[in-house]
């Protein structure tokens, strides 16, 4: 009788643990390798049509160096440094740095404070997708309007 409770007890626990790991296993996320450089390009946010270069340099800080056309104005340029949070699969984070403008249509440039809040997905392969919002200060009186972006790319 006893012999039998215990092989009872015996076969149940095996059975729970070798379900528990294979349930177990398929609910856990799949591990991103750590990257540390991102070459992505992006529509919308702090410039108009930008490709970049993100360097992470710690665990939650990176600096981004971007450049692109404004249509209708002319080149732009982008260095960024921004904090994120999250995991390696899912970030969020938020800096803030300048856009600098060249206008070959009236001969002048500025440069330009802006702020952006992004959303980063990354899958295991490396694929990068950014939903960002992103605002400009061109003067004191005039704080800009949110715009929102989104970018593409891989990450290394």
């Known amino acids: 009788m006893v012999r039998r409770i215990r092989h009872a007890l015996t076969t149940s626990l095996a059975a729970g643990l070798w379900?528990?790991?294979?349930?177990?296993?398929?609910?856990?996320?799949?591990?991103?390798?750590?990257?540390?450089n991102t070459f992505y390009a992006q529509l919308g946010g702090s410039g108009f049509a930008?490709?970049?270069?993100?360097?992470v340099?710690?665990?939650?800080?990176s600096l981004r160096v971007g450049g692109g056309v404004i249509p209708l104005i002319g080149p732009d340029f982008i260095v960024m440094p921004s904090l994120a949070f999250?995991?390696?699969?899912?970030?969020?984070?938020?800096?803030a740095g300048l856009l600098a403008?060249?206008?070959?249509?009236?001969?002048?440039?500025?440069?330009f404070l802006t702020g952006e809040m992004a959303y980063r997905f990354q899958t295991s392969s490396g694929f990068v997708l950014r939903a960002t919002l992103?605002?400009?200060?061109?003067?004191?009186e005039d704080?800009?309007?949110?715009?929102?972006?989104?970018?593409?790319?891989?990450?290394?």
């Open 143 to 156: 704080l800009g309007l949110v715009v929102p972006g989104v970018g593409v790319g891989w990450s290394f």
């Open 50 to 55: 930008t490709v970049n270069y993100e360097r």
């Open 86 to 95: 999250g995991s390696q699969r899912h970030r969020f984070s938020a800096g």
């Open 57 to 61: 340099l710690s665990r939650n800080a």
């Open 19 to 36: 379900l528990g790991g294979a349930f177990g296993a398929a609910a856990q996320e799949v591990a991103v390798p750590r990257t540390q």
């Open 101 to 111: 403008v060249s206008s070959a249509e009236i001969g002048d440039s500025g440069v």
């Open 134 to 140: 992103a605002s400009h200060v061109t003067s004191r």
